[in-house]
């Protein structure tokens, strides 16, 4: 019995210190993501064949740009326009070959720009092409492919109206359109966001820290119904007001400075993990979860903002956006109470795990909060 415990235990810390790891070799609100969107007009005639035409934009992180083409010249750890511009023919001759076409398309980069995201600064490649009328558009994602196995691109392609979308990377690569519109319909675009909304909070070290942050003291409390109480006290409070705040600014009811809000978030992931070394908030924590939960959600939204919500199923997509967070939350959740359980009352679990671990995760907290507000 104490052998079983003791693995346990031993299991328990070596799942969270890796998961503190990879969340301190995150730089941002998320790891490495794209955001490719693609329309294809009506046909046209042209030499005596029909042409649709292609327009759209790619928008790649220009953190990621850096890493597989040092455009850093001077090695400051600081990328300016002027290191950028320079470099613009490199990025499209980098990004085009690893966008493949269906045969009978051609897509060409025809300027760049810089913009903002939540999680820092992107190079906008404008594109415009054309196919072959008939031909069942479709692409190839492998951008990264060969340098970042957990890079994702979040993809849409809008024919007649009508919009597909997906995750792309790893084991799924491709996307297909069908000539005349085919390319989805609401419940296949909702199961593409539900993809979204899981991905999202399985990549979020943010929201997974401050979620574990809360949840590390609650299984603490004497017997299982009470802890068990107290944990879904906590999920149900943190559930519910990110979901409010994520349908409000989803559906641009309410927009607040995406800068603001992730120093806010990062500042709500120090403040509950220092709560569980010097108390503060011990009886209530639900309200804790509840008040932060309501910045975590205008955190999601930003993620949505980028991704775009489709015409005429803007409130399924958001449903199943928000469905997806939950589902990949509970799955955390049911992976860690477990072991948590197992070990609350060893001192590896009240003394390492909700001492240090949570002094390990303040400070990562902080580093954010300097990072986030300086961006």
Not at 73 to 91: M, N
């Amino acid at each position: 019995m104490i052998a079983r415990q003791f693995r346990a235990c031993r299991l328990a810390g070596l799942i969270f210190l890796t998961l503190l790891l990879a969340a301190g070799t995150a730089h941002a609100h998320k790891p490495s993501d794209s955001y490719l969107a693609l329309r294809l007009a009506a046909a046209v005639p042209a030499a005596a064949r029909q042409l649709r035409l292609v327009d759209g934009r790619w928008d790649i992180a220009l953190r990621d740009l850096d890493f597989a083409l040092g455009l850093d010249a001077d090695g400051d750890g600081k990328l300016t326009w002027d290191e950028v511009r320079s470099r613009h023919a490199d990025i499209a001759t980098y990004a085009m070959p690893r966008l493949g076409l269906a045969p009978g398309c051609r897509l060409r980069v025809t300027g760049q720009q810089i913009d903002l995201h939540t999680d820092g600064a992107y190079s906008v490649l404008l594109l415009q092409g054309e196919c072959e009328s008939g031909t069942a558009f479709a692409i190839n994602y492998q951008l990264f492919a060969d340098l970042d196995a957990q890079h994702r691109g979040m993809a849409s392609i809008t024919v007649d109206g009508r919009t597909q979308s997906a995750v792309l990377g790893g084991e799924r690569t491709g996307l297909a359109a069908a000539e005349g519109g085919g390319g989805g319909n609401a419940w296949q675009q909702a199961g593409s966001y539900l993809h979204h909304g899981i991905w999202h909070i399985w990549t979020g070290y943010d929201h997974i820290l401050f979620l574990l942050s809360l949840l590390l003291p609650a299984v603490l409390a004497k017997g299982w119904r009470p802890a068990g109480v107290d944990v879904l006290r906590v999920v149900t409070a943190f559930t519910l007001a990110h979901s409010i705040t994520l349908s409000l600014a989803a559906l641009q009811v309410v927009a607040l400075p995406s800068r603001l809000i992730e120093t806010a978030i990062a500042a709500s992931v120090a403040v509950a993990a220092l709560n569980n070394i010097w108390p503060l908030v011990q009886g209530r924590r639900w309200l804790a979860a509840f008040a932060f939960g309501l910045l975590h959600g205008f955190g999601f939204a930003g993620v949505l903002g980028d991704l775009g919500l489709p015409k005429g199923s803007a409130v399924l997509a958001l449903a199943a956006f928000n469905a997806g967070v939950e589902l990949g939350q509970l799955a955390i959740v049911a992976a860690f109470l477990p072991l948590a359980f197992a070990m609350r009352r060893s001192w590896i679990y009240k003394q390492l795990m909700v001492k240090a671990g949570s002094a390990g995760i303040a400070v990562l907290a902080m580093l954010w909060i300097v990072e986030r507000a300086t961006v």
